[in-house]
């Protein structure tokens, strides 16, 4: 069984650039299109994982083997933001996940509460912004799953991507995180011998998930951007008196292709010099009443995770 678990739709919203934000959006795919691109190229199952978003899913509801997901901005512990996918929510998942997002400790606790599965997106890109060392180890501790493989990210970002969740003994998942329709699909997770969402979920795991498809380049990238251009004209007409600065995207791509990889070998390069250190949920929450009781994370219970005595450390 094969999904990709990581496309965009028109439901992703605006871009985040300034005056961007205003004309543009991040992803002008159409939801069934989407759906029936990813069945044409052999997925099994499908899912859209807009930013903090699951509008998408109004078009797909009647597909059997459709299910919700997103790709929720979160705001760690060290301040800086961090892009999280969460898969086969319930719309009342993503109420609870929205309202929690500012605060990773609280949404962590939720989904493992839930025991949904979740992973952090594109770890090695600037995308997000700056990233901090304790990230990693917020990462380390508490995730069970990063994006080993993704469609827009160089093969040295991917590689260290991989190297990484096997050093954190974490799922490794892949997904085309394609805004434009001409990329999805090409990157995608496999899980061999499962046949429902439940069993996909179940397999990623056990460890009989694998990771297939196309890695990122500044061709592809630059190839994105003018689709969405070209998207945004049809729907702006009135955006073809400024269409001139898109001669100047090829420029703004390359910058942007040369500071992704400027920010993963950086980031690669430290964490090789660097111990994997523990994160305890008491280093940020005063009380312990602030936390959830039952299973903190899958197959462990909290108090088991956190030791006897939740308000000091081990």
Known sequence: MRCDLHVHSVASGMCSPPVLDRICRESYNDATEVYKRLKKLGMAIVTITDHDSIDAAEALRK?????????????????????????????????????????????VMYLTERRLFFSVNHVFSSLTGRRDERDFDWFASYVPALEARNGQMCRKANADAANLAARFGKVAIAGSDSHALAGVGLTHTEVPGARTVDEFFAGLLQGRGRIHGAHGGYAKLTADVFSIINSLLHEKPWTLAISPLALLVPFFTAGHWLNEIRFCRKWSAMLEDSEKRTQHLWDVAPHAHDLIPGHFSFGISLESSLGTSLGASA
């Open 63 to 107: 597909y059997s083997d459709f299910f919700l997901s997103e790709e929720v901005t979160v705001r760690m512990p060290t301040g800086t933001e961090v892009h999280v996918g969460v898969y086969d929510i319930r719309e009342r998942d993503h109420v609870e996940i929205q309202r929690r997002r500012n605060d990773f400790i609280s949404l």
